[in-house]
């Protein structure tokens, strides 16, 4: 596989895009790269592994969508400018989907 490949996967009635690109660094020397935010995934996996996650996805972006519907409480906050992009470069860096579920993580482990 060369480049990036994008599919599609029907949930529902609804179809879900999903990307594959070859991966490799010191632990996936022959790996793919899997996202689908849908499920929220974005990580390498093992070639091997990929049509078992295959199968899995459906149930996987199914329970995305659970867990996301029961996100209904918002909490808001003001910062200065300087501060939201080091948030977010942050988030980023740990490899957070989004600064809400990095900032979930920092507060609900203290």
């Known amino acids: 596989?060369?480049?990036k490949s994008k599919h599609y996967i029907t949930v529902g009635?609804?179809?879900y895009v999903y990307t594959l690109r070859s991966y490799k660094d010191e632990i996936f020397e022959d790996g793919i790269f899997f996202e689908c935010n849908?499920?929220?995934?974005?990580?390498?996996?093992?070639r091997e592994d990929i049509p078992a996650l295959l199968v899995d996805l459906p149930e996987l972006i199914l329970e995305e969508k659970r867990y996301r519907a029961e996100q209904k409480e918002i909490?808001?906050?003001?910062v200065a400018p300087?501060?939201?992009k080091a948030i977010?470069?942050?988030a980023?860096?740990?490899?957070?989907a989004s600064v809400s579920s990095f900032l979930r993580d920092l507060a609900l482990k203290a």
Do not use: H, T, W
């Open 88 to 90: 977010e470069k942050k």
């Open 75 to 78: 909490i808001r906050f003001r």
């Open 1 to 3: 596989m060369s480049g």
């Open 38 to 46: 849908a499920a929220n995934i974005a990580q390498p996996f093992l």
């Open 13 to 15: 009635n609804k179809k």
């Open 82 to 84: 300087e501060d939201k």
């Open 92 to 96: 980023v860096q740990k490899g957070y």
